[in-house]
């Protein structure tokens, strides 16, 4: 259901734009992450016009969510990357309305395959 794309290795201060391209119509989509030992936490969510968009505080003003409906395709910029943005990156979509839970996994029932993101200091 969901394709993600873009990882990679960068060094500190670097960008990558990472993708997420949808087989079908998607509500709410979100972007998590997941270093080695941790759980999964949100990072990004965007509502299905792109009118509303949510970020986790450590990204603010360094990570910026978009999505095109027509390409049924969500993105994620980060630039100014840091060394603790390493983990596997997981976008996520929901089939149904509304925003409630944007933040959670439980809030999602699409979930794609992981995207490595490596930064070096």
């Known amino acids: 259901q969901l394709q993600a794309s873009g990882g990679g290795l960068v060094q500190a201060g670097g960008s990558l734009r990472l993708s997420c391209a949808a087989s079908g119509r998607t509500y709410t989509m979100g972007w998590f992450h997941q270093a080695p030992g941790k759980e999964r936490e949100f990072v990004a969510a965007?509502?299905?016009?792109?009118?509303?968009?949510y970020y986790t505080d450590s990204v603010k003003g360094r990570f910026t969510i978009s999505r095109d409906n027509a390409k049924n395709t969500v993105y994620l910029q980060m630039n100014s990357l840091k060394p603790e943005d390493t983990a596997v990156y997981y976008c996520?979509?929901?089939?149904?309305?509304?925003?409630?839970?944007?933040?959670?996994?439980?809030?999602?029932?699409?979930w794609g395959q992981g995207t490595q993101v490596t930064v070096s200091s």
């Open positions: 965007i509502s299905w016009s792109g009118g509303s968009t």
């Open positions: 996520a979509g929901r089939s149904y309305s509304g925003s409630s839970l944007y933040s959670m996994p439980s809030g999602y029932n699409y």
